[in-house]
C-alpha cells in the first residue's frame, strides 16, 4: 500500500523554524517528483516546494524562496522541508505528494497525498 505520512508541524513563533517530514512506505521515491503544498483557511492548495529525485533539481514558491529547503533522505525514504524565518502567512495545513508532474506547482499532477500536517505560526 502507498502511503505518505507527514509530521513535524507546529506552533511557532514568528522568525522561528520548522522542519517538516514526508516518510513514504509502500514505494520508494526514486523516479518521482515529490512536491510539499500548503492550505491555508479558505483558500487552495498552493505549491510551496519540489524535489525531482531523478537529478535533485529543486523548484519553490516564490513566496518561500530562500527561506524554505527541501531535501530527500533515499535511505530513509524521506523528505523534509526546511523551513527557516516563518511568518503567519506561512499559516497552513503541509502536504507532502508524489507524481510526474509537467508543471511542479500543479495539484492535480501528483497521484499520491499525505494527511496532511498543521504549521501555525503566531505570536
Known amino acids: 500500500e502507498v502511503q505518505l505520512v507527514e509530521s513535524g508541524g507546529a506552533l511557532v513563533q514568528p522568525g522561528g523554524s520548522l522542519r517538516l517530514s514526508c516518510a513514504a512506505s509502500?514505494?520508494?521515491?526514486?523516479?518521482?517528483?515529490i512536491g510539499w503544498f500548503r492550505q491555508a483557511p479558505g483558500k487552495g492548495r498552493e505549491g510551496v516546494s519540489c524535489?525531482?529525485?531523478?537529478?535533485?533539481?529543486?523548484f519553490y514558491a516564490n513566496s518561500v524562496k530562500g527561506r524554505f529547503t527541501i531535501s530527500r533522505n533515499a535511505a530513509e525514504n524521506t523528505v523534509y522541508l526546511q523551513m527557516n524565518s516563518l511568518k503567519p502567512e506561512d499559516t497552513a495545513v503541509y502536504y507532502c505528494?508524489?507524481?510526474?508532474?509537467?508543471?511542479?506547482?500543479?495539484?492535480?499532477?501528483?497521484?499520491?497525498w499525505g494527511k496532511g500536517t498543521q504549521v501555525d505560526v503566531s505570536s
Open positions: 509502500g514505494f520508494t521515491f526514486d523516479d518521482y517528483a
Open positions: 505528494a508524489v507524481g510526474h508532474p509537467t508543471v511542479w506547482a500543479i495539484p492535480d499532477e501528483y497521484d499520491y
Open positions: 524535489i525531482k529525485s531523478f537529478d535533485d533539481s529543486t
